[in-house]
């Protein structure tokens, strides 16, 4: 699995319920969007070389390495910058500057062109073949792509002959076209391909019950077939079952599939030949999905066809069969049609969706939206930390976004109004480090000043009371830190000097202080026994550990579960540092919910506690406690 993050990540939060406030993230720090393509049920878009999808994902066809949809756009895992983008209905594929391209997603046919079929596939894979290309295009489980010489050749899915070889077999590995053509573009419908030759002449071959090969027949062709037509075509453009061409003074014809009427010719009757589009308009160009959608030449949308998820964009969810003016004003560069919503591009590199969104594919936590909606998201994050329930991150400017519950103000937007999309934390500051606790944030400014937010019930937030904040918050005290750990109910922090502080909740000692257990403190308190600490963890609910300078690691809190502690004895507590038993010595700690586990200098990773822990190791059989460090996978 590919893990290309070149200086930046995105990552995004799924499924929350809520809404936030409607002022559009535009398209983020990482540069304007410069292509969208849409699939049947997922988008992705392009910015500065980098992939971004969301959507449907089932069959990987995000390529993050899951399967989870996203209704905001994720990085995808590329190794190299991206210029151009190609989606079928549940595959992506991208080309790179020097031409190789990569598929990811579905490969039940070998769409992928990988020379294997069958599954899937999560993260982008090299096209076998060694095959450089001017131009990608994808069909519903086909893929071609146009050399620089100008020949087409085709993979996967071949039911109907749509990759043009003369034959119906499916191929895993590129096939060239038959008839010794050259295009200079390819298009790709559901089922059937089309090529534009220097001419103008239009041909196209597979799929044809409906007359979208446009050679005034319902005729399969597994090869190249000329359309019934004397016009030629500056572009063309193919969707289901659908295709339309542009003159190159402008006028859209279209033909195929018109139950809808995708062919806007004011009927719902099928046409096997070119057929004007009514209104009389021109366009620049057009896209076809299961509607078609074009940009004159001052960048108006006009969409028309299908519309029963309101993907024709004019706040209805009537079908039309001639052009209508998609709503909001915006002037578009590009659109681009999947199966039931729409996207476009502006100029400024703006993104907007809209149509259907129930698979995230509008990029925005939203119902279906009628009208154009700016895409969620696209910021890009330089790290992220994960509550008990929200999520947040910063961005190379120190910006601090969350997104998620808000139940207690831990998104930090001064509300308490949970939200599906990033939203800026108030107050301006520029943060350079953030942990999340169960319903609380806290993060550290380039000066040490800590700030923290949301659930304060047990003085968690550190800053003298009890009440909870929607907004980010002083930490009392004064104090320079290092370093933040926010947990479930109370929070540590490293001074710059290496001293240890904690604040919040005490049922077990987990502050590490001589006060009696079970007494909380809303404000910093320094950890008895004068050490001198690199890090400390608080994401156990009732242990804290630290690791010294020396790398020598130390625990307080309970040890009821035998423990995360690791000092040998079970079911007492600790309210100051103790030593884990061993004498190991460690450059990193990492606690979880019952057990802790330390990596040495030398790579190897040792875990105790209870719970969970064996699994933890590496093992499987049931053990109850682990009361000293055992080394992971050891026999």
């Known amino acids: ?252 014809n279209c033909w195929g599939d018109n139950r809808y009427g995708q062919l806007g010719d004011g009927s719902t009757t099928d046409r096997t030949t070119p057929t004007l589009v009514a209104g009389g308009r021109t366009f620049r160009s057009l896209t076809v999905g299961s509607h078609t959608c074009g940009v004159t030449g001052s960048g108006a949308a006009y969409c028309w066809g299908d519309n029963g998820s309101g993907q024709l964009g004019d706040g209805s969810d009537s079908r039309r069969a001639m052009p209508t003016a998609v709503t909001g004003g915006h002037t578009f560069d590009s659109l681009s049609a999947g199966g039931s919503h729409t996207c476009g591009l502006t100029g400024a590199g703006a993104l907007y969706c809209w149509g259907s969104n129930y698979d995230g594919q509008l990029g925005a936590g939203l119902p279906d939206n009628w009208t154009p909606g700016v895409v969620s998201g696209g910021l890009a994050f330089q790290s992220l930390v994960a509550g008990g329930t929200h999520t947040c991150g910063t961005t190379a400017t120190g910006t601090t976004y969350c997104w998620g519950s808000n139940g207690s103000g831990q998104i930090g937007d001064g509300t308490t109004t949970s939200c599906a999309t990033p939203v800026p934390v108030a107050g301006g500051l520029a943060l350079r480090s953030l942990s999340a606790g169960y319903g609380r944030t806290c993060g550290l400014d380039a000066t040490g000043a800590a700030f923290c937010w949301g659930a304060n019930a047990y003085g968690q937030l550190g800053d003298g009371s009890t009440t909870s904040r929607a907004t980010p918050t002083p930490v009392a005290g004064g104090i320079t830190f290092a370093s933040l ?54 994401r156990a609910f009732d242990v804290t550990c630290g690791l010294t300078t020396a790398g020598a690691a130390y625990c307080w809190g309970t040890s009821g579960y035998g423990d995360l502690v690791g000092t040998g004895p079970l079911g007492y507590y600790m309210n100051s540092p103790l030593a884990v038993v061993g004498g190991l010595t460690f450059r990193s700690l990492a606690a979880g919910g019952a057990y802790t586990c330390g990596l040495t200098n030398s790579g190897a990773a040792y875990c105790w506690g209870g719970y969970g822990t064996e699994f933890a190791m590496g093992r499987t059989r049931p053990q109850v406690y682990v009361t000293s460090p055992v080394a992971v996978n050891a026999p």
Do not use: K
Request: net charge negative.
């Open 1 to 252: 699995m590919h893990t290309w993050f070149p200086r930046a990540f995105l990552l995004a939060a799924l499924g929350v319920a809520g809404s936030c406030s409607d002022e559009p993230n535009g398209p983020g720090t990482q540069g304007p969007w410069v292509q969208v393509v849409a699939g049947a049920f997922h988008t992705c878009a392009l910015s500065a070389g980098l992939v971004y999808c969301w959507g449907q994902n089932l069959e990987g066809q995000l390529g993050n390495g899951w399967n989870t949809r996203s209704s905001t756009p994720l990085l995808t895992n590329l190794p190299v910058p991206i210029r151009s983008l190609a989606a079928g209905f549940s595959h992506t594929c991208g080309l790179t500057e020097s031409g190789t391209a990569y598929c990811w997603g579905s490969n039940e046919d070998g769409q992928l062109g990988s020379g294997q079929s069958g599954g899937s596939v999560r993260v982008p894979v090299l096209v076998a073949g060694l095959q450089t290309f001017r131009s990608l295009v994808a069909g519903a489980s086909h893929t071609c792509g146009l050399s620089f010489a100008g020949v087409a050749l085709c993979w996967g899915d071949n039911q109907y002959g749509q990759l043009g070889d003369g034959s119906t077999a499916d191929r895993t590995s590129l096939t060239a076209v038959a008839g010794g053509l050259t295009f200079r573009s390819l298009v790709a419908g559901a089922y059937h391909t089309c090529g534009l030759t220097d001419a103008g002449a239009l041909h196209c071959w597979g799929r044809n019950d409906r007359g979208q090969l446009g050679d005034g027949s319902t005729t399969d062709h597994p090869t190249p077939s000329p359309a019934a037509t004397g016009l030629t075509f500056q572009s063309v453009g193919a969707g289901a079952g659908s295709s339309c061409g542009l003159t190159s003074a402008g006028a859209a």
């Open 485 to 538: 750990s926010a947990g479930e109910y109370h929070a540590c922090g490293v001074s710059g000097g290496g001293a240890a502080f904690c604040w919040g909740y005490n049922c077990c000692g987990q502050l590490g202080l001589s006060t009696p257990i079970g007494t909380t403190t809303s404000t910093p308190m320094l950890v008895d026994g004068g050490l001198t600490f690199q890090q400390i963890d608080t």
